[in-house]
Every structure is written in structure tokens, then in C-alpha cells.
């Protein structure tokens, strides 16, 4: 069973930066797809970008592309996502997923079997 625990949300203002983590246990890191997912208040969650099991491929949505970055340090079994440029849109509860296969879609929520409990990102303009 694969267990993810997400950190490093936080309030901070606009044109500021967050890093956030996702520590993963219970998995094969080399051989599992990750996602960082976004919910905001009253809106649908979406996929923020998604990162292939060794690092080789990444994927971002067309709303932080350039100003995120994914990455991960399978040695560590954990998942950053680099929050530059931060804006009050970007304001939702963040979540890590896991998929244990290559997913068709990677930025699509229901191709991930295992997600985390979130952790909450505010931007104040």
C-alpha cells in the first residue's frame, strides 16, 4: 500500500515561492508515476504536473508551466514541486498522487491509485 505524506504548504504573497514535498513509503520508486494535483474552494481538482518514474518526463498544466517545476530523488522516495511566481490563483489544497503504471494521461486524476491527505497552499495578492 502505497502511503504518501505531503509538505511544505503555506501562506505567502504574491510573486513569492514555495517548495513543496511529497514522502512516499510502501512503493517501487522506480517504477511509479507522480502527480501534484490541485483543489481549489468550489472548483474541480486539476493536475498540476506529473513527473515519470525515473525523472526522465515531465508534464504541466498550461497555468504554471514555466513557473513550477517537479522533480524527483528516488533515492529519498520523495517528490518536490517548485511553486515560482506565485499568484492568488494558484491558492488550493495540494495534493501528491501515485500511479503504479505509465498513465495515458498523466495530468488526469483518475489514472492515480493513491493520493495523500493535501496540504494547503494560500497566495495573498
Known amino acids: 500500500q502505497v502511503q504518501l505524506v505531503e509538505s511544505g504548504g503555506g501562506s505567502v504573497q504574491a510573486g513569492g515561492s514555495l517548495t513543496l514535498a511529497c514522502a512516499a513509503s510502501g512503493y517501487t520508486a522506480s517504477s511509479t508515476f507522480m502527480g501534484w494535483f490541485r483543489q481549489a474552494i468550489g472548483k474541480e481538482r486539476e493536475g498540476v504536473a506529473a513527473i515519470s518514474a525515473g525523472g526522465g518526463s515531465t508534464y504541466y498544466h498550461s497555468s504554471v508551466k514555466g513557473r513550477f517545476t517537479i522533480s524527483r530523488d528516488n533515492a529519498k522516495n520523495t517528490v518536490y514541486l517548485q511553486m515560482n511566481s506565485l499568484k492568488p490563483e494558484d491558492t488550493a489544497m495540494y495534493y501528491c498522487?501515485?500511479?503504479?503504471?505509465?498513465?495515458?494521461?498523466?495530468?488526469?486524476?483518475?489514472?492515480?491509485?493513491?493520493w495523500g491527505q493535501g496540504t494547503q497552499v494560500t497566495v495573498s495578492s
Open positions: 498522487a501515485a500511479s503504479q503504471r505509465f498513465p495515458w494521461t498523466p495530468l488526469l486524476s483518475r489514472e492515480y491509485s493513491s
